[in-house]
T-cell receptor
Framework: LAKTTQPISMDSYEGQEVNITCSHN???????ITWYQQFPSQGPRFIIQ???TKVTNEVASLFIPADRKSSTLSLPRVSLSDTAVYYC???????????FGTGTRLQVFP | NAGVTQTPKFQVLKTGQSMTLQCAQD?????MSWYRQDPGMGLRLIHY???????DQGEVPNGYNVSRSTTEDFPLRLLSAAPSQTSVYFC????????????FGPGTRLTVL
């Protein structure tokens, strides 16, 4: 299984763009990259998923370079409510299992 | 839709007691799973199921049993609780098939004394 590495924590201020990078050097050809968000005392919530290049939804953008050994979650103009833990996961082809790392704890200040 | 529901929200057990954590979903999802999350850590997969009557072990299955008699329900049984099982337990569900978004329940906070 492809192991992921991401920063333990990040700080930002309201209104700034936040980029969280995740490395996954052993990703296999058919694996996907997915990101979940977790608020305190809640279960994780799906944010975005992609295979290559760029994916954008109403919440975030996901950038994946051609070699797919890393990915970057971009949160535009964060607010206090974006304070949470963000998990980068590699979804292995032909399995539904999610393997979580320790995630990145994002703290947004006023 | 209620989504994924878990009961109870909180539970305190004594060492050696047994109990069942309940998980139900009303989205007709085939895939269901149980995770535990220790303080400051990511989630670890305990058991999962790809449909009624089919279950399999995850990363940390010891001390836990599961069964799946219906599509909707996926209970997790602690056979003989130990302090090391103090954790927050999350249930999740999704349609079967790779790359599907998984929906998580609100969690059960379990303390074993």
């Amino acid at each position: 299984l492809a192991k992921t590495t991401q920063p333990i924590s990040m700080d930002s201020y309201e209104g700034q763009e936040v980029n969280i990078t995740c490395s996954h050097n052993n990703i296999a050809t058919n694996d996907y990259i997915t990101w979940y968000q977790q608020f305190p005392s809640q279960g994780p919530r799906f944010i975005i998923q992609g295979y290559k290049t760029k994916v954008t939804n109403e919440v975030a953008s996901l950038f994946i370079p051609a070699d797919r050994k890393s990915s970057t979650l971009s949160l535009p103009r964060v607010s206090l409510s974006d304070t949470a833990v963000y998990y980068c996961l590699v979804v292995v082809y032909n399995t539904d299992k999610l393997i979580f790392g320790t995630g990145t704890r994002l703290q947004v200040f006023p | 839709n209620a989504g994924v529901t878990q009961t109870p929200k909180f539970q305190v057990l004594k060492t050696g007691q047994s109990m069942t954590l309940q998980c139900a979903q009303d989205m007709n999802h085939e895939y269901m799973s149980w995770y535990r999350q220790d303080p400051g850590m990511g989630l670890r997969l305990i058991h999962y199921s790809v449909g009624a009557g089919i279950t399999d072990q995850g990363e940390v299955p010891n001390g836990y049993n599961v069964s799946r008699s219906t599509t909707e329900d996926f209970p997790l049984r602690l056979l003989s609780a130990a302090p090391s099982q103090t954790s927050v337990y999350f249930c999740a569900s999704s349609p079967l098939g790779t790359y599907n978004e998984q929906f998580f329940g609100p969690g059960t906070r379990l303390t074993v004394l």
